[in-house]
């Protein structure tokens, strides 16, 4: 934080009352594009400029004349609900313009280490720090043990400050440079990506980055809006997950130890529970090379997990074995099946059968044992068998690529488990008790103690991707799912109702369809398999048209690491993977005018729409190279050999 005038160490107000170091700052000037950021801080008047590549942070602070100038490294910031997740920070004066060091953290990655190396590009008159940690004869909590122009500095909670004298409108210039590594391997990623001192150089190379990626679908809308929010939604998914290596190839794995990637790029940030639906197959769409060193990454994972499984929920070094299922097969299944990367298929499908049969993970081992998961054994039960028979599925898909028939054999069966859960009496999915009895007292919309997480059997019970044709049979057919669906969408829940579940409801409410969270995601596209397929086609316009926008409620709930940008990618395209492991993505209603999918493998692939408007909500006809095509599904292939996709559009079903 750049600051003039008497030096002031505390954010919101000092001990004595007074204002602390924030400043003021108005949105007229402030300006926010991909790869840079620039604002004034009014209460300075001075002009913060920030960009970045990889691995650099390259930041550009236009001060007033001054003879008390600051530059502020606040490494007590990082406390969540009041608590403060610091363990430890280390900083290391190396020089008049240099500062290396670290802070490790602990929270929703148990144990963190994120180390730094800073230049300034001009030399700082003086330095010092304060030290926040708490005493522990008296549980004060404030500063002490400051100390000036020490050059190691060392505690749970710092406060550094450089000082400078600045000339008006005098640039000081500030590179900082991270690592899961050391000090010196984030020493030679500032020195090998930004090893200059053009600000305007590395702004100008990362818009154009920028420009490459998301020019990868270049689209043409009905309104400027929607083009906003469609941009919007593709650099979301382009946010994570994020390189996790130094320029040589170092990285902390998962063992804590300091591993090379070898013939890839290494990752983090895997929210596979959310991400497995649509983020990564965009990925077997546009960012195909990405998503090969993305799933080399989740193999070394598992080369370095001591039980020997692939990540569930993993990030910076640490598994944090949130939500439900190994969706991590998913993602390789994916890629299998859309014959993505080059990637070893046997050591894939090995990595997932022996994360398969971890007894001991999350209710998996009664998964094994009573082909369903036993509710009063395991929480969450229901979600827990839908999710993971689908995985089991998307195993088989890789054992079946690679050959091996008794592994495909093995988890076909195991992908039928969920019909163990399926209680013909009420129609609906239900918690069965380890005695194979349903559980009584039974309340289908209730989300507590009924068997699902983040959801009920009204939307969540509708989670078998896989076999969505017996799904729809066991359910009572076409006709009666197709009006379980239009039930879905149109029942009222009322505020007591949503306020008792906003586990689930958050925001993105449509009856009990709950856009804002990701089990659902699939569902407006169910209408497919009940012959109606017009019902699709209006709902997912609908749900573009309410729920997503380029102001700042532009998202009905959590991203999800790219998980609700993405559907919103596929659905404006008209096509989206309900089922993962598949070639086939299930045809929708777009709602751009034209798009053109520049793919990796030089093909290119133009969307048109004929009579497209606001209205005209319903797809006419399809062709596909000027070939009217009578299903309601595309193939992986006719998106990737290029062409012309053509959707006429309607204000009518037909």
Sequence with gaps: MPTVGKLVLDPIETNQGEKGFYSKFSHE??????????????????????????????????????????????????????????????LRVENDSTVTGYRQTKGWARTKKVFFAIKFSKAFKSYGHQKYDKQTYNGFYGRFNEKENFPEMAGKDIRAYFNFDTEAGEKIQMKFALSPVSSAGAMK????????????????????????????????????????????ALYHTMLSPIIYEDVDGKYRGLDQNIHESKGFTNYTIF????????????????????????????????????????????????????????????VIADAVVKNVGDFDQKQALKASVETANVSYFDGLGEYIKYKYVPDDKSHSSVSKTLELAYDDWTIAQIAKSVGDAKAEKTFLERSEYYNNVFNPVNGYMSPKLSNGK?????????????????????????????????????????????????????????????????????DGI??????????GHHIPYLYNWTGKEYKTQARVRMIMDTMYGPGVEGLCGNDDAGQMSAWYIFSSLGFYPVTPGSDRYALGSPNVKNAILNLENGNTLEIQTINQSMKNVYVKSFKINGKTIERNYILHSEIMNGGTFVFEMSSKHQ
């Design 438 to 506: 349903f559980r009584k007292n039974f309340n289908a919309l209730d989300t507590h103690g009924q068997g699902f997480i983040e959801g009920n059997a009204w939307n969540y019970g509708l989670y078998v991707p896989h076999q969505l044709d017996k799904m729809v049979k066991m359910m009572g057919g076409k006709e009666r799912f197709s009006q379980h669906l239009d039930s879905l969408f149109t029942m009222e829940l009322d505020d007591k109702y949503i306020a008792k579940h906003e586990d689930i409801t958050r």
């Design 510 to 519: 449509i009856g009990n369809y709950v856009h804002g969270n990701e089990p």
């Design 29 to 90: 000037n402030e300006t926010a594009k991909a790869g840079y950021y620039k604002v004034d801080l009014e209460d300075y008047n001075i002009k913060a400029e920030l960009t970045a590549t990889e691995r650099v942070g390259f930041h550009q602070y236009t001060f007033p004349k001054s003879s008390d100038a600051h530059i502020l490294l606040d490494l007590v910031y990082n406390v969540y609900h009041h608590e403060n997740k610091n363990v430890w920070t280390f």
């Design 189 to 232: 990623n500032l020195e090998a990506e930004v090893p200059h001192w053009d600000f305007e150089k590395t702004k100008r190379e990362t818009r154009q980055k920028w420009n490459k990626e998301l020019s990868k679908i270049e689209v043409e809308t009905i309104e400027e809006s929607q083009k906003e929010t469609f941009y919007t």
């Design 271 to 330: 929210s596979l529970w959310d991400t497995y639906r649509a983020l990564h197959p965009l990925f077997n769409v546009i960012q195909q090379e990405r998503n090969n060193d993305m799933i080399k990454s989740m193999l070394a994972h598992q080369e370095e997990s001591v039980h020997n499984m692939l990540p569930i929920w993993s990030h910076y070094a640490n598994e944090n074995w949130c939500m439900i299922g190994y969706h991590a097969t998913s």
